[in-house]
């Protein structure tokens, strides 16, 4: 069935009747290729509508689609729509929705693609985004971490203006890692911020600036790591996780897989979201770490029982997919792999399955994890 079908009158005349109805059939196929249920699709379609119509109304021109646009509709339009009903108002829905429209529309060459920032802050910021990606070899994640930072603070400095690394002063580092050290509720998560301006400032240096001064301002507050010991499972209740495993529900056999690797190899959750088909040597019992957090690759043994648990899954349970990817979403978009929150979920539904750890609540996933990885490193 069409999904348009679905749609009520008004927001299906809205649809057919702005500048976004030849891209209707386009946009349905590609949600449809992602497997997209048929009632997020209509759903998605309502919310392309909504747009439609507010765009009609503001005489707007489909060539001048892109992300401001849709935030303007967002931020603007909807604290105060007062579009007829029936109508969706649902921000998430909205937001999601109009990202695959404009992938949709920049697919058939009816948008441009999206300008990077050409400010002085922005080319900074690309310059030591490279230093960090090929010189120290950091992931994407801290990377854009590191960005977030930099970049407050060099806007607060500069503005749009040329940035002058020499104008920046101990006390301007000061003032700055003050406010910002109010967003952070521990020691640990303030130790972000301090490295992510050391390591600005040592790109600099590297550059030719004297910087010295300003590393010296921010210094790590104080963590003091053994104040409380971490608690982790005993041999007891390890025993009794793995006899946990093998419930019965949606992707159970995934998160089997994914609790063995945590328990016999001692994966960290990342490690384990960027497993890939091609990474496991079935015949000679091994598997490679390609995507460690030192940039190393590391073979592994595999353990009988993970090497089970894993061929169940990808025999039983998998989705059919293109993704190279050993653990892919069981919901649209299904071709992607999961991330490293998606690990820790099927960690936590397994100590669902464990009345003793729940009621004690005295272990988490991440003393688990640190606690097999001491025991494989033994």
Same mark, same amino acid.
């Given at each position: 069935m069409n999904p348009t079908q679905k749609l009520d009158c008004r927001p299906t005349d809205w649809l057919l009747d702005s500048q976004l109805a030849p891209y209707v059939d386009t946009l349905t196929q590609y949600l449809s290729e992602r497997r997209y249920a048929p009632h997020t699709i209509s759903t998605y379609l309502g919310c392309v509508a909504h747009f439609g119509r507010w765009m009609n109304q503001c005489q707007l021109d489909i060539h001048k689609i892109n992300e401001d646009l849709v935030q303007r509709f967002l931020d603007d339009h909807l604290p105060r729509c007062d579009?007829?009903?029936?109508?969706?108002?649902?921000? $998430?829905?909205?937001?999601? =929705?109009?990202?695959?429209?404009?992938? /949709?529309?920049?697919?058939? &060459?009816?948008?441009? !693609?999206?300008?990077?920032?050409?400010?002085?802050?922005?080319?900074?910021?690309?310059?030591?985004?490279?230093?960090?990606?090929?010189?120290?070899?950091?992931?994407?994640?801290?990377?854009?971490?590191?960005?977030?930072?930099?970049?407050?603070?060099?806007?607060?400095?500069?503005?749009? $203006?040329?940035?002058?690394? =020499?104008?920046?002063?101990?006390?301007? /580092?000061?003032?700055?890692? &003050?406010?910002?050290? !109010?967003?952070?509720?521990?020691?640990?998560?303030?130790?972000?911020?301090?490295?992510?301006?050391?390591g600005y400032f040592r790109f600099r240096t590297t550059c030719g600036d004297q910087m010295h001064a300003l590393i010296g301002v921010v210094s790590y507050p104080a963590n003091w790591q053994l104040a409380s010991l971490p608690k982790a499972l005993n041999s007891a209740e390890v025993k009794r996780l793995v006899d946990s495993l093998g419930w019965e529900g949606p992707s159970a056999r995934r998160a089997d897989a994914m609790v063995r690797c945590a328990l016999d190899l001692g994966l960290r959750c990342g490690e384990i979201a960027a497993l890939s088909l091609d990474d496991i040597d079935w015949r000679a019992g091994t598997i490679i770490l390609r995507k460690t957090k030192s940039r190393r690759e590391d073979i592994l043994p595999l353990p009988q029982t993970t090497g089970r648990a894993i061929a169940d899954y990808l025999k039983l349970e998998r989705p059919q997919t293109n993704s190279r990817a050993v653990f892919v979403r069981c919901i649209a978009p299904c071709d992607q792999p999961i991330g490293p929150d998606c690990v820790r979920k099927a960690i936590r539904q397994a100590y669902h399955y464990l009345p003793f750890l729940i009621m004690s609540c005295s272990v988490t996933p991440t003393s688990f994890v640190q606690q097999t990885r001491e025991y494989v490193a033994i």
């Open positions: 579009c007829a009903r029936p109508v969706r108002r649902t921000h $998430r829905d909205l937001r999601a =929705a109009l990202g695959h429209l404009l992938v /949709v529309l920049r697919a058939e &060459a009816v948008i441009a !693609e999206p300008i990077s920032g050409t400010t002085p802050v922005d080319e900074e910021l690309r310059c030591f985004d490279a230093y960090m990606d090929h010189v120290r070899g950091l992931a994407a994640r801290t990377r854009t971490l590191y960005l977030r930072t930099v970049r407050r603070l060099l806007l607060e400095k500069f503005g749009d $203006r040329p940035v002058v690394v =020499a104008a920046i002063t101990p006390d301007d /580092v000061r003032c700055f890692f &003050a406010s910002q050290n !109010e967003l952070y509720s521990t020691p640990g998560s303030a130790g972000s911020l301090v490295s992510a301006l050391r």
